[in-house]
């Protein structure tokens, strides 16, 4: 089964940046739709952002809209999530997750995602 592995949390102050990534053991990512969730204590999961297996198609929750980037390096099998003018309420534990699937799964939710990491803390406070 494909494993992820997510990278690059930490403490941030408001108004920084963290970059996140993205990667499988000991598969390749390039043909899964990948996609970048967060769930903060006491709240339920929320999507992020998603990204089509080739790049071409990307989502944004309206909250990270203009402050975060996904992109993905297929040569490298590694996703990314470039997270800019950072909010303390962009606190949470981040996960990423990957589907197979053309059409049957739902960004926002995480519902059709087969495969998840085992999060990053990310935390955003000065």
């Known amino acids: 089964q494909l494993q992820l592995v997510e990278s690059g949390g930490g403490l941030v102050q408001p108004g920084g940046s963290l970059r996140l990534s993205c990667a499988a053991s000991g598969f390749t990512l390039n043909y899964y739709t990948i996609g970048w969730f967060r769930q903060a204590p006491g709240k339920e999961r929320e999507g992020v952002s998603c990204i089509s297996s080739s790049g071409g198609s990307t989502n944004y929750a309206d909250s990270v809209k203009g402050r975060f980037t996904i992109s993905r390096d297929n040569a490298k099998s590694t996703v990314y999530l470039q997270m800019n003018r950072m909010k303390p309420e962009d606190t949470a534990v981040y996960y990423c997750?990957?589907?197979?699937?053309?059409?049957?799964?739902?960004?926002?939710?995480?519902?059709?995602?087969?495969?998840w990491g085992q999060g990053t803390q990310v935390t955003v406070s000065s």
């Open positions: 997750a990957a589907t197979l699937s053309f059409s049957d799964y739902d960004w926002k939710t995480g519902t059709g995602f087969d495969s």
